[in-house]
């Protein structure tokens, strides 16, 4: 056995993950989310002391299981410039040389529609162009650049951390997922993916309910008036006054009212990129995705040699399933 680091990326699961999954394992010690941010998170880049990151995550690392997916970086910096991102790669490699290293990707367009979403529900006014492009418009030199980074198109063009951690560890030690194989099919994917680590999990007793639902448009609308009477919780935004307690409230009514299902259907990536904007994306990924299928393709003849359960069965989808089927996953 190894340690097993979940490293994200946002918006693929990892709640669901930390709340329900591997809390329920039981021949492995799930590690809480604040202590794998204390090990590696805390420190500076020139103050990071291996030894101390393993003294925090305690004894025995071999049967740990760490998941946050801050180790990618800032969902809404961009994982400052991807610095961040690559230094914490490079703490985990010398903290935990023989990690297993899990990575989930998503389709990007999918996954900017749903970092947007969550910035909204974290305090965010903007809109989605101004949320992805508001840095083009700053000057070369504007203190905002180095200050307070925004969102970057670049945090999801996923196969170049991947590559990072393929040399760092060795592409055999680092398995890659997509969050859209987990979604079709979340019991099955559950199963295949206990029998591909070894895990000793009773699927009967996981709760397979939603983590952090999409907003509706009514709701999306409401939510950013309402996040114009506080400055929290996002650096990026607009306020008008920060009325104390508000965004506490605000959050506690707005997750009533998403849970009551009377506003309306949840957005889909369709509902709010248009056709200009993804194809301007697509073009965007297209060189980072062919280089991420090649990898996926990689995975699957390495697993198919050496026997690893990669394949689930496509269980048919009853009332049931259909009921407590995800939405959308943080």
Not at 50 to 74: F, K, Q, V, W
Not at 181 to 209: E, K, M, P, Q, T
Request: proline share 5%; net charge positive.
């Amino acid at each position: 056995m190894a340690a097993i680091v979940h490293i994200g990326y946002h918006k693929t699961g990892t709640t669901w993950f930390q709340d329900s999954f591997y809390p329920a394992i039981r021949n492995r010690r799930y590690i809480p989310r604040a202590t794998v941010r204390a090990a590696f998170l805390d420190a500076g880049a020139l103050h990071f002391d291996p030894a101390a990151a393993r003294r925090r995550l305690g004894d025995a690392p071999d049967d740990m299981i760490l998941c946050e997916e801050n180790l990618t970086g800032g969902l809404h910096n961009g994982g400052l410039a991807g610095n961040l991102s690559k230094d914490v790669a490079d703490r985990i490699r010398r903290t935990l040389p023989d990690a297993q290293i899990v990575i989930f990707v998503r389709d990007p367009l999918s996954a900017i529609v749903s970092a947007w979403l969550q910035y909204v529900k974290g305090g965010g006014t903007f809109g989605l162009r101004r949320y992805l492009f508001g840095r083009d418009s700053l000057s070369p030199v504007a203190p905002e650049r180095d200050e307070a980074p925004g969102f970057r198109l670049d945090h999801f063009d996923t196969i170049r951390l991947i590559a990072h951690y393929d040399a760092l560890f060795g592409p055999d030690q680092v398995h890659v997922f997509r969050y859209e194989d987990f979604r079709a099919d979340l019991r099955g994917f559950a199963a295949a993916y206990a029998a591909r680590f070894g895990l000793d999990v009773d699927l009967a007793y996981i709760d397979w309910s939603a983590r952090n639902p999409s907003l509706s448009r009514p709701l999306l609308w409401l939510a950013r008036a309402m996040n114009l009477f506080t400055r929290r919780a996002v650096a990026d935004k607009s306020w008008l006054i920060d009325i104390p307690g508000w965004y506490g409230v605000s959050r506690r009514l707005l997750r009533r009212a998403n849970a009551s299902g009377r506003f309306g259907r949840p957005l889909a990536t369709r509902d709010l990129l248009d056709d200009a904007l993804a194809s301007q994306l697509r073009a965007h990924y297209a060189a980072g995705e062919r280089l991420l299928t090649a990898r996926l393709q990689w995975q699957a003849r390495m697993d198919k040699r050496d026997g690893t359960v990669l394949r689930w069965r496509q269980r048919p989808c009853g009332h049931d399933d259909l009921a407590q089927s995800p939405s959308h996953r943080r």
